[in-house]
C-alpha cells in the first residue's frame, strides 16, 4: 500500500519555463510534507517543506502548495535551470514519526 | 562540518553472508535514521536510533539490526543476506523531533 505517490516517472521541461512536480497521499494524519532532490550518486538533499496548518511555502525559485481536501501537493520551479535536473521525492510523516517517501519523478531541464 | 558520512560507498556481497555499514552523523545531531532505497522506488524507513536505542522501526525482517554509539554514530547490519537486499541504503541524520534531516551520499550495497 503506497501512501504516497508521484505518479509521474519523469518530467521534461525547457529552461526558464515553470515546472510542476505533483505528490499525492492517501493517509490523512500527516501533517508535516518535504521535498528531496537527488542527484546521482549523491544522497537527498531538502529542497523545502510545508506544514499541514498552511497551504502554501515559498523558498525563492522554489514553491509547494499543499490540498489537505484534495490529499494533494505540488512543487512549482520557476524559472526553472538545467541545474534543476534531478529525482525529486515527495515525503511525508504525521505527528512527527519516521518519513514516507514517494517513488520520486526524475526531472530534466532541457536547454 | 563534514556532513552525514558513510562507509564503505559500494559494497558486494554473497547470498547468505553478513553486512555492517556505517554511518556518522553531522555534528550537533543525536538521531539516526535508516532507508533502503531499491531502484526506482523511493527511500524505504528501516529504523531510527537516539540515545543508543531503537526509536521507531519500519516494516523490516529481524535480519536488519541496529546500533547506535554514544559519539552518536551508527551502524546497520544485516544477516543472511538476500538478492532482494540489494540496494542504496542511506543514513539520515537530524536532532530528535526536528523535521528536517540531512542525508549521506549512501552505501551501495550489492547480494550476488
Known amino acids: 500500500d503506497q501512501q504516497v505517490k508521484q505518479n509521474s516517472p519523469s518530467l521534461s521541461v525547457q529552461e526558464g519555463r515553470i515546472s510542476i512536480l505533483n505528490c499525492d497521499y492517501t493517509?490523512?494524519?500527516?501533517?508535516?510534507f518535504l521535498w528531496y532532490k537527488k542527484y546521482p550518486a549523491e544522497g537527498p538533499t531538502f529542497l523545502i517543506s510545508?506544514?499541514?496548518?498552511?497551504d502554501k511555502n515559498e523558498d525563492g525559485r522554489f514553491t509547494v502548495f499543499l490540498n489537505k481536501s484534495a490529499k494533494h501537493l505540488s512543487l512549482h520551479i520557476v524559472p526553472s535551470q538545467p541545474g534543476d535536473s534531478a529525482v525529486y521525492f515527495c515525503?511525508?510523516?504525521?505527528?512527527?514519526?519516521?518519513?514516507?517517501f514517494g517513488p520520486g519523478t526524475r526531472l530534466s531541464v532541457l536547454p | 562540518d563534514a556532513g552525514v558520512t558513510q562507509s564503505p560507498t559500494h559494497l558486494i556481497k554473497t547470498r547468505g553472508q553478513q553486512v555492517t555499514l556505517r554511518c556518522s552523523p553531522k555534528?550537533?545531531?543525536?538521531?539516526v535514521s535508516w532507508y533502503q532505497q531499491a531502484l526506482g522506488q523511493g527511500p524505504q524507513f528501516i529504523f531510527q536510533?537516539?540515545?543508543?536505542?531503537?526509536?521507531q522501526r519500519g516494516n523490516f525482517p529481524d535480519r536488519f539490526s541496529g546500533h547506535q554509539f554514544p559519539n552518536y554514530s551508527s551502524e546497520l547490519n544485516v544477516n543472511a543476506l538476500l538478492l532482494g537486499d540489494s540496494a542504496l541504503y542511506l543514513c539520515?541524520?537530524?536532532?530528535?523531533?526536528?523535521?528536517?534531516?540531512?542525508f549521506g551520499q549512501g552505501t551501495r550495497l550489492t547480494v550476488v
Open positions: 539520515a541524520s537530524s536532532l530528535l523531533r526536528s523535521t528536517e534531516a540531512f
Open positions: 493517509n490523512s494524519m500527516f501533517d508535516y
Open positions: 510545508i506544514s499541514s496548518i498552511k
Open positions: 515525503a511525508a510523516s504525521a505527528s512527527g514519526q519516521n518519513f514516507v
Open positions: 555534528s550537533g545531531h543525536d538521531t
Open positions: 536510533y537516539y540515545e543508543e536505542e531503537e526509536r
